[in-house]
C-alpha cells in the first residue's frame, strides 16, 4: 500500500508529505512539477527517507501518471497541486486554467482507469481526496452566516474560479463514473515553508528587513485562518474515516481582519526581535491600491467534519501565529534561498506601482 500526493513540495502539501513520514510507515510518492511555489528545500529533512519518493512532473503529463499509477499502485491519490495565489491569478490565469482546470481533468482520467481496473476490495478502498479552497463560495457580508458545505459556488476571482471549475470536475467523476473522491475546502493556512508572496510570511519577511507592509484597500477584509498542522491532520481524518463523495469544510474558527493580523505580526516582532532596529514594526504599515474584485470576508462553519469525524483545530490563531514567526526567524536560511532571484521580479510588479490606498 501507498499513497500519491501531488503539488507536495508546496506549503500544505510539504507539511503533509513531512508529518505523514514522521507518523506513517506507508510509503508516499510526491509528485510536483517544482513551479517557483514548489520547493525542494521544505523537504531536505527526509533526506533518504525510507518510504518517501519524488517524481518531478506535471499532473498533466497522462503518460508519466499512467506510469506512476501502475508501478505504484497506490490506495489514495490526494490532489495539493495548484496555482494558488490570487494575486497571480489577476497578472496571468492561463497557469491557473491550465494547471487547476486541464491539469486536475487529466489527473482524474488517469486515476479513473487505473481505479477502474483494481480489484476489490482495493476498488472499493481506493480514494481520490481534492484539496480545496473556501474561496470558491465568494465572499461575505459582515453578519452573514460562515459557508457551509452547503453553499452555493461563487468564485470570483481567476484563482477561486479554477479551483470551483475543478471540483465540479470531482464531483462529476464520482457521480458519472463512480471514482470514490472526497473532497476538503479549507480556510486560509498559515505556518511554515508558506512562500512569503502571501500575507503572512510576506510582513514578517518585510518587517525583518524594514521594509512597507502593504496593506490592500482598506485593511478590513476578513480571512478565517488555521494553522497548516491542523489542516493536514484534518486531510488524513478525511482520508481515513470520510465519507466517499463527501465534501468536508476545514476552518479555525479564527476570523481575523487584515490590519489586525499585520498589528499583531508587529506586536509578535517587536518581542521576539527586541534588537530590531525598525521596532515599532506598526510604523512601517503601508495601505496601498485594492486588489481588483477583492473578497470581503471568509468564514468557515466546520460543524460538519467536527461532529461527523471529531476533527477539531489544535492551535489557537495566537498559538500558530507564535509558531510561525518563531519558525521564520529560525530559518533565515530558507527564507533567503526563497528570496533571492525570481521572487524579486514578482514583488516589483505587484507592489512597485501599486501606488497608495
Ligand atoms: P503552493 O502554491 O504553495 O504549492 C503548490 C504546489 O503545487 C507547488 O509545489 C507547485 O510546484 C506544485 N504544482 C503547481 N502546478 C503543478 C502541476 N501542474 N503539476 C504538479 N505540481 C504542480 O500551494 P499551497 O498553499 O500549498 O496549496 C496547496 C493546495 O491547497 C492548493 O490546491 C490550494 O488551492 C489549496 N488551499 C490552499 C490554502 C492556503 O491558504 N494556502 C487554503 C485552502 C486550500
Ligand atoms: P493572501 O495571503 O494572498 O490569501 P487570499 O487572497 O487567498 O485570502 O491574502 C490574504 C489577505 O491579505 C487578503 O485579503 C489580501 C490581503 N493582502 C494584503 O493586504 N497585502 C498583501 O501584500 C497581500 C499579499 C495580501
Keep these: 500500500m501507498s499513497i500519491i500526493v501531488t503539488g507536495g513540495a508546496g506549503f500544505i502539501g510539504a507539511n503533509f508529505v ?91 482520467e488517469e486515476v479513473r482507469s487505473y481505479w477502474a481496473a483494481l480489484p476489490e476490495p482495493q476498488q472499493r478502498d481506493f480514494r481520490f481526496l481534492h484539496v480545496s479552497t473556501d474561496e470558491v463560495y465568494g465572499s461575505l457580508g459582515p453578519t452573514d452566516p460562515a459557508f457551509r458545505e452547503t453553499t452555493a459556488y461563487a468564485p470570483n476571482s481567476p484563482y477561486s474560479a ?35 508572496e502571501k500575507l503572512i510570511p510576506l510582513m514578517i519577511l518585510n518587517a525583518l528587513s524594514g521594509k512597507p507592509l502593504p ?33 468536508y469544510n476545514i476552518g479555525g474558527n479564527s476570523e481575523q481582519r487584515n490590519l489586525d493580523v499585520v498589528r499583531t505580526l508587529c506586536a509578535l516582532l517587536d518581542e521576539l526581535v527586541p534588537t530590531s532596529s525598525y521596532r515599532p514594526h506598526e510604523k512601517l504599515i503601508t495601505y496601498v491600491k ?40 529560525d530559518n533565515r536560511a530558507w527564507c533567503d534561498n526563497i528570496t533571492s532571484g525570481s521572487y524579486r521580479t514578482w514583488m ?9 490606498a
Design 290 to 329: 485594492d486588489r481588483p474584485g477583492h473578497d470581503r470576508r471568509y468564514a468557515i462553519d466546520a460543524t460538519k467534519i467536527r461532529t461527523e469525524l471529531g476533527w477539531e483545530p489544535s492551535e489557537t490563531f495566537a498559538s500558530g501565529l507564535r509558531k510561525t514567526v518563531s519558525w521564520y526567524l
Design 348 to 356: 516589483d510588479r505587484n507592489y512597485e506601482n501599486r501606488g497608495a
Design 18 to 108: 513531512l508529518s505523514w513520514a514522521q507518523s506513517a510507515t506507508e510509503p508516499i510518492v510526491n509528485l510536483d512539477k517544482l513551479t517557483y511555489a514548489g520547493n525542494p528545500g521544505n523537504l531536505v529533512s527526509l533526506g533518504t527517507h525510507p518510504s518517501y519518493t519524488f517524481v518531478r512532473g506535471d499532473i498533466g503529463d497522462r503518460r508519466l501518471l499512467a506510469e506512476l499509477l501502475a508501478d505504484h499502485r497506490p490506495r489514495a491519490v490526494l490532489n495539493f497541486a495548484a496555482e494558488s495565489h490570487v494575486d497571480r491569478s489577476i497578472y496571468g490565469p492561463e497557469d491557473f486554467i491550465q494547471t487547476n482546470v486541464v491539469g486536475t481533468f487529466h489527473l482524474l
Design 215 to 247: 496593506v490592500y484597500g482598506d485593511g478590513q477584509n476578513v480571512r478565517d485562518w488555521l494553522f497548516v498542522g491542523d489542516h493536514c491532520a484534518a486531510i488524513r481524518v478525511v482520508l481515513e474515516k470520510g465519507r466517499v463523495g463527501e465534501t
Design 162 to 196: 479554477s479551483k470551483a471549475a475543478s471540483d465540479h470536475l470531482v464531483r462529476a467523476y464520482l457521480h458519472t463514473y463512480g471514482v470514490p473522491t472526497l473532497t476538503t475546502n479549507c480556510s486560509n493556512n498559515y505556518g511554515p515553508y508558506q512562500f512569503p
